[in-house]
């Protein structure tokens, strides 16, 4: 067995300095060891592929990071895997123990199937894996091979660990900083909306600069984005659909002095709900969060969310945003912007579905996006 501390130091002098995920009994030495170092951060996230985002979050902003995941967990973590990391060409180390192991004694029954196919799954998702080293005299060599793959050749790559790999580690009595009685700031208008996102949009582009860093959603709002103005500094996402504030939670971390700028849609939020409470978990006081509701998954066809059933600024307020405000006008978003104010920020902002002029599909590559977006954060350096 190995001990923990050690392949954390190691993967550390490699650069791995962020950590993500959703505990295993296989990982608790890990977790338990990177909760009581100062030197290393890890972001507790609600499900595996949140994980997958906030790690890929982070490369953006120059850091390379590890998720550490159950593989019962693995399918959570599937479509960012395939349609983020994949399709953007963004790599990163997964750990992901093997619950279930063919080879080893029976495990509960839930994990017997996908200890079978975790190796052929990550196989089929074109991610390169080896075995997690048993031996402290082989985590050098492990790591070499680990970054040849993500550092030297751009691809993610995974670890696979078997049970009895890793040394128990006794963590010290632990006190969690965030307040449960943190107070939020919840600002309401008295008039109805008639906005429309391109309107949203382009108030957001005249009202930034080359610090503001933002990441669209999924469907319309990127492509429309795009459309008034394709800026180094736009991170267009595709796929990975509820993703973006995972994205931007973990580029927030790691640039601090950006400001993070997400610009989200009501589908994405409720497919991924859970996320808002890892961001507030970490309350970034540099990333505002911008919540376009036009009741739709409008790109698909104008099917209908839930949306009109769910107070979601109340959601936010209960999960921790310093700071939440339901926007009508186009002023009363503008002053946001010029704000001094550092908080963590949920803005609501209800729009009319529709479209103002066709849109023209992106010519720039996902890969080329990823990577002028990194390049324009490493040169505000």
């Known amino acids: 067995m190995i001990d923990s501390e050690l392949f954390i130091q190691e993967a550390k002098s490699c650069g791995f300095r962020t950590y993500a995920g ?18 290393i951060d890890y972001i507790p996230a609600a499900n ?50 093997l619950r279930g192991d063919p080879s080893a004694s029976p495990d509960e029954p839930q994990h017997r199937l996908m200890g079978e196919i975790t190796t052929d799954l990550l196989d089929l998702m074109k991610i390169p894996w080896t075995w997690f080293p048993t031996e402290n005299s082989n985590i050098k060599k492990t790591l070499e091979t680990v970054t040849s793959s993500i550092m030297g050749r751009g691809i993610s790559h995974a670890l696979v660990m078997k049970k009895g790999s890793v040394n128990p580690y006794q963590m010290k009595p632990y006190q969690d900083q965030t307040s449960k009685n943190k107070k939020t700031n919840h600002h309401s208008p008295s008039t109805p909306s008639t906005l429309k996102r391109e309107k949203v949009l382009r108030t957001i582009v005249d009202n930034t600069g080359n610090r503001d860093l933002i990441i669209a959603t999924t469907g319309y709002t990127g492509r429309e984005l795009y459309s008034i103005a394709d800026r180094p500094n736009h991170f267009y996402m595709v796929g990975s659909m509820g993703c973006a504030v995972s994205i931007g939670l973990g580029l927030a971390k790691i640039k601090t002095k950006a400001r993070v700028i997400v610009v989200d849609g009501d589908g994405a939020l409720l497919m991924r709900l859970g996320a808002i409470t890892s961001l507030c978990h970490v309350n970034p006081d540099n990333l505002i969060h911008i919540l376009l509701d036009n009741n739709e998954y409008e790109s698909t066809g104008s099917q209908k969310t839930v949306s009109n059933i769910v107070d979601l600024p109340q959601i936010a307020s209960a999960s921790g945003y310093s700071n939440v405000h339901t926007d009508f006008s186009l002023l ?3 002053k946001h912007f010029s704000s001094q104010e550092k908080k ?15 849109l023209p599909r992106p010519t720039v590559t996902p890969p080329q996006v990823a990577s002028r977006f990194r390049k324009h954060i490493q040169e505000l350096d």
């Open 22 to 39: 959703v505990p295993c009994s296989f990982l608790k030495s890990f977790i338990n060891y990177i909760n009581d170092s100062s030197q």
């Open 48 to 97: 595996e592929g949140d994980a997958i985002a906030i790690a890929a979050g982070a490369y953006l902003g120059g850091e390379y990071s590890v998720v550490m995941l159950q593989n019962s967990g693995l399918g959570n973590a599937v479509n960012p895997i395939t349609s983020l990391l994949q399709t953007f060409e963004i790599p990163i180390l997964i750990m992901v123990t």
């Open 332 to 334: 009363d978003l503008e």
């Open 344 to 358: 963590l920020t949920f803005i609501y902002i209800p729009i009319e579905p529709g479209l103002e002029n066709s």
